[in-house]
């Protein structure tokens, strides 16, 4: 497979090409997730794929019909996904994710017993109150004479996360706010077992980012790469292989062509492999994934990243990594108002 080949294969599975799903809810079901520390580029991610034309569709599957969670998943890191897919995922990568947070609650200083009483305040509060930004947990927390500044806060918000009691739900005006998941999403099904939950999450993580590799699924999810390989084997009559790459067997070819777009931060499209040099050319690598977990808001043309852009003062200015030609200059132009259209309408704050 050559590497425009790879390129256009991959960009058609994150639903780049223009086709597929229409729908927030529908959108994030295909990718199976979507990085979410930033709601704003978030939302973004869904405006490239067609799936949002207004802020507003992605807070509504937030808020009204709950189709929509945000929770610490993968690699301990808040993602969107459907709501239905909430509680198995979380059974496979909570535990290691509430470790993670664990380990960093300790280096902050934070003990076991203060972590445990947190949470407790945590249930509690919004048992009593409901839906509650991080503003007001936080002055719970105070309250009860624990940690209520800086990094304690989301790490202990991400604890109770960790634990499955509690989700991100509804957006209200600028904020997002914590819900209990029993509230938000009803009473828990029995999770898959552990086998079944990873061929799951193998044939969910194809759909969205084959063709790709055992280790690619490895690093997308945060689990060990035996962990993804036993998921891949148990679909394996479900697969087509070629070298080290596997994909699902049936699968639309293609289009010849993938239109120009603008990327927010962080997109599923710069995330979901090991190794990404087939969007973005190692000499701009810098440019995209500056370090320290940082993705930056990205153009690309036929699935290859030709640019950076930023949103000063809601204007859209991208930054190039070299000459345009003249059609996808007109494309990003039109991205760029699309863009300023959909992203100056609203903006939530960060529980992160």
């Known amino acids: 497979?050559?590497?425009?080949?790879?390129?256009?294969?991959?960009?058609?599975?994150?639903?780049?090409?223009?086709?597929?799903?229409?729908?927030?809810?529908?959108?994030?079901?295909?990718?199976?997730?979507?990085?979410?520390?930033?709601?704003?580029?978030?939302?973004?991610?869904?405006?490239?794929?067609?799936?949002?034309?207004?802020?507003?569709?992605?807070?509504?599957?937030?808020?009204?019909?709950?189709?929509?969670?945000?929770?610490?998943?993968?690699?301990?890191?808040?993602?969107?996904?459907?709501?239905?897919?909430?509680?198995?995922?979380?059974?496979?990568?909570?535990?290691q994710s509430a470790a993670t947070i664990r380990r960093r609650l300790g280096?902050?200083?934070?003990?076991?017993?203060?972590?445990?009483?947190?949470?407790?305040?945590?249930?509690?509060?919004?048992?009593?109150?409901?839906?509650?930004?991080?503003?007001?947990?936080?002055?719970?927390?105070?309250?009860?004479?624990?940690?209520?500044?800086?990094?304690?806060?989301?790490?202990?918000l991400g604890l109770a996360a960790g634990r499955g009691l509690v989700v991100l739900g509804p957006?209200?005006?600028?904020?997002?706010?914590?819900?209990?998941?029993?509230?938000?999403?009803?009473?828990?099904?029995?999770?898959?077992?552990?086998?079944?939950?990873?061929?799951?999450?193998?044939r969910r993580y194809l759909r969205g980012h084959g063709p790709a590799t055992a280790t690619d699924l490895a690093t997308w999810s945060g689990l060990g790469l035996r962990d993804a390989r036993a998921g891949l084997a148990a679909i394996e009559r479900e697969l087509a292989v070629d070298g080290d790459l596997v994909d699902l067997a049936r699968r639309s070819e293609p289009p010849a062509r993938v239109p120009p777009r603008l990327l927010g931060a962080f997109d599923p499209y710069l995330l979901g492999w090991e190794d990404r040099s087939f969007a973005v050319d190692p000499a701009h690598a810098r440019r995209v994934h500056p370090g320290g977990g940082m993705v930056r808001a990205t153009a690309t043309a036929a699935g290859r990243?030709?640019?950076?852009?930023?949103?000063?003062?809601?204007?859209?200015?991208?930054?190039?990594?070299?000459?345009?030609?003249?059609?996808?200059?007109?494309?990003?132009?039109?991205e760029a108002r699309s863009v300023e259209r959909f992203a100056g309408r609203v903006s939530v704050r960060s529980p992160s």
Do not use: C, K, N, Y
Not at 179 to 195: I, M
Not at 305 to 331: H, I, K, N, Q, Y
């Open 1 to 95: 497979m050559t590497a425009a080949q790879l390129r256009h294969r991959r960009a058609a599975a994150q639903l780049l090409d223009g086709g597929g799903e229409t729908t927030p809810a529908g959108a994030v079901r295909h990718l199976l997730a979507v990085q979410a520390q930033d709601l704003r580029a978030a939302r973004l991610a869904l405006r490239a794929r067609g799936a949002a034309g207004a802020a507003s569709d992605v807070d509504a599957a937030l808020s009204e019909d709950r189709s929509l969670v945000v929770a610490w998943l993968m690699r301990g890191t808040l993602h969107l996904v459907a709501s239905e897919d909430h509680r198995w995922l979380h059974a496979l990568t909570g535990e």
């Open 107 to 156: 280096q902050l200083g934070v003990g076991e017993r203060d972590a445990e009483r947190a949470v407790g305040v945590i249930e509690r509060a919004l048992a009593e109150e409901g839906p509650l930004p991080r503003r007001a947990l936080a002055e719970r927390l105070g309250a009860a004479g624990l940690p209520s500044e800086g990094q304690a806060v989301p790490h202990l």
């Open 171 to 202: 957006v209200a005006g600028r904020e997002h706010a914590f819900v209990l998941a029993r509230d938000w999403l009803g009473p828990a099904d029995r999770p898959p077992e552990r086998d079944g939950a990873l061929a799951e999450l193998a």
């Open 305 to 334: 990243a030709v640019g950076s852009w930023t949103m000063p003062g809601g204007r859209v200015v991208l930054e190039p990594f070299g000459a345009l030609g003249r059609t996808v200059e007109d494309a990003l132009r039109r």
